[in-house]
């Protein structure tokens, strides 16, 4: 089966600019997840979907950062404006009934 | 929230010989803990997990256990290769969301 599909790989911006990333998930995973890693760390959520419905959100910084899930597949994660300290990669995953996810490539963002 | 800790931050291993990474997690209600590996430039790998009704799996060279008494699970990799060098996480699982720990480097010398 086709993996998670992420782009762009990466991306360099200037603080202040905005910026979006792109993720389809694998085919018939109905859960959708939003990570960010920054360097040395763990991954940490950014954001859950089931379907196109946001399940938890509590981690997402809702004054710069917003994402959807349009028709329950594809999925847009935003940052406007952007911050020095947003920058990591950000990882979207798929799982298709809570376990075992699995995770694109990412997308590494740099903020100049 | 879930917290979760990994130990050690960075483990170096002679070629054949074992690594054992360790993790504690904080919320007994947690379920599920899946060991990813990560290659650099690349998204985290699922390489083995284990459900809280099991004390211990086992595929080929890597092993888990985990304790849920003590809140405590730790990942096994014998007869290292050069091919397991790479960054792994712990990670513990509730209500579908995964906290990860902080990474191990491992890193395995020929």
């Known amino acids: 089966e086709a993996g998670v599909a992420q782009s762009p790989r990466y991306k360099i911006i200037e603080k202040r600019q905005s910026v979006a990333f792109w993720c389809n998930p694998i085919s018939g995973h109905a859960t959708l997840y939003w990570y960010q890693q920054i360097l040395g760390q763990g991954p940490k959520l950014l954001i859950q979907?089931?379907?196109?419905?946001?399940?938890?959100d509590s981690q997402l910084p809702k004054d710069r950062f917003s994402a959807e899930r349009l028709k329950g597949v594809d999925s847009t994660l935003k940052i406007q404006p952007a911050k020095l300290e947003d920058s990591a990669v950000y990882l979207c995953?798929?799982?298709?009934?809570?376990?075992?996810?699995?995770f694109g490539s990412g997308t590494r963002l740099t903020v100049v | 929230g879930e917290n979760v800790e990994q130990h050690p931050s960075t483990l170096s291993v002679q070629e054949g010989d074992s690594a054992v990474i360790k993790c504690t997690y904080s919320?007994?209600?947690?379920?599920?803990f899946p060991w990813y590996k990560q290659e650099l430039g690349k998204g985290p790998q699922l390489i083995i997990d284990?459900?809280?009704?099991?004390g211990e799996k086992k595929d080929q060279r890597i092993a888990v256990t985990l304790n849920k008494t003590a809140k405590h699970f730790s990942l096994h990799i014998t007869e290292t290769q050069p091919e397991d060098s790479a960054v792994y996480f712990c990670?513990?699982?509730?209500?579908?969301?995964?906290?990860f720990g902080a990474g191990t480097t491992v890193t395995v010398r020929a």
């Open positions: 995953a798929s799982s298709f009934e809570g376990d075992g996810y699995t």
């Open positions: 990670a513990a699982q509730w209500d579908y969301k995964l906290s």
């Open positions: 979907f089931q379907n196109n419905g946001v399940v938890d």
């Open positions: 919320d007994s209600a947690s379920n599920y």
């Open positions: 284990i459900r809280s009704n099991v």
